[in-house]
Every structure is written in C-alpha cells, then in structure tokens.
C-alpha cells in the first residue's frame, strides 16, 4: 500500500520554538508509522498578503504568483496537514495568517466559480493543529481554534485533532516537559493510522 503523503507546515517566526519542536516529534511518530512526510517552514517562503483584487472570480486561481502556488498544490495533494502555530493575540502567528487568506482563492472557487453547497462537503481528509500559549487562560484557544476550523474546512479536511499546551513562552520551555513530546510522537503515528484507514 502507498505511505500516506502529509504536509507539515511549521507556523512560528522561531525556527526552533516550542510549537516546531513539538511538530518535529509529531513528523517523527509520523514517518515512523510509515508516512510521507514534507515538511515546509512558512517563515522561510516569499508569501504575499492576500491584496483582494479578487483576481480569484475568473477561475478560482489566486492573481498574485509567488510561493503560494507550490504550497498549496502540495497541501491539496496529500491526505493529512500538520499545522503548528504558537498563539499571536489569540489568533495564529503572521505567517501563517497570510497562507491562510491566500487560500481565500480556494474559497471562492468552491463557493463561488463552482457553486459547491455546504452540503456538499465531504471532509475527506485530516488535519492535526499543535499550539502554545504563555498564559493559563481558559479562552488562551478559543479564538485560534475557530481560525484553524474554517482553514480546514475550506481544504475539505477535519479537525481530526488539536495538541493545546499553556504556560510555554521562551524557546526550549517544552523541553521541560518531555509527557508533551511523548504525546506530540504517539499522536503523529495515530495521525498517520487515521488518514490511512
């Protein structure tokens, strides 16, 4: 049988923060359990704000050419998306907000080139979200999460499962916690046996 083909988007402006850490455990499990795993660094692509010029209407493909075209056709061919973003005033970090209105084209080509009704969403696919928070607010998720559901949903995928640790700010903070990289490991190797069954 084909490995399930996963993308792992690494969200936080730190290259090695506490989110890309935990992601890195979640590829790991993956790609132990038997998935193809690419993994791409949003900080490290040249993305443009979505402009809304609406460039989109004619046929659902986003006007403005730059790193947004590769990513997103290699989000759209695999069964499961890995998304780790730390919490920016309870929403995702920058770079990961500017892929996510990018794909606004996508929605307007569902919804509006296509006429595709609610309906008729299927969710054939998976996604699994990892986050941090510095703070012990009981809402800390609350808004990110919303964000995360509809990105989602416009990609025809589940929320298959969200990995939510408070209390962790400074770079390595969540070495100190080795139970959340263990559980960021097993849940990457549960991911890869949900996509695959």
Known sequence: MEHPKIIALYGSPRRKGNT???LKKAVEGARDAGADV?????RDLKLSPCLE???????GDCAIKDDFQGVRDKILDAQGLMLASPVFFYAVSSHTKI??????SLWVKKYWVEKTSPEQQTNTRKGLFISV??????????GILLTVK???DVLDMALWKSLLYRQLDFQDDVLKHPEYLDEAYETGKAFTSAIDS
């Open 99 to 104: 892929l996510m209105d990018r794909f606004q």
């Open 53 to 59: 010029i609406y460039g989109c209407l004619k046929a």
């Open 20 to 22: 890309a850490t935990l």
């Open 38 to 42: 690419e993994e791409i660094v949003l």
């Open 150 to 152: 509809y990105f989602f």
């Open 133 to 142: 928070g510095a703070t012990k607010g009981k809402k800390l998720f609350d």
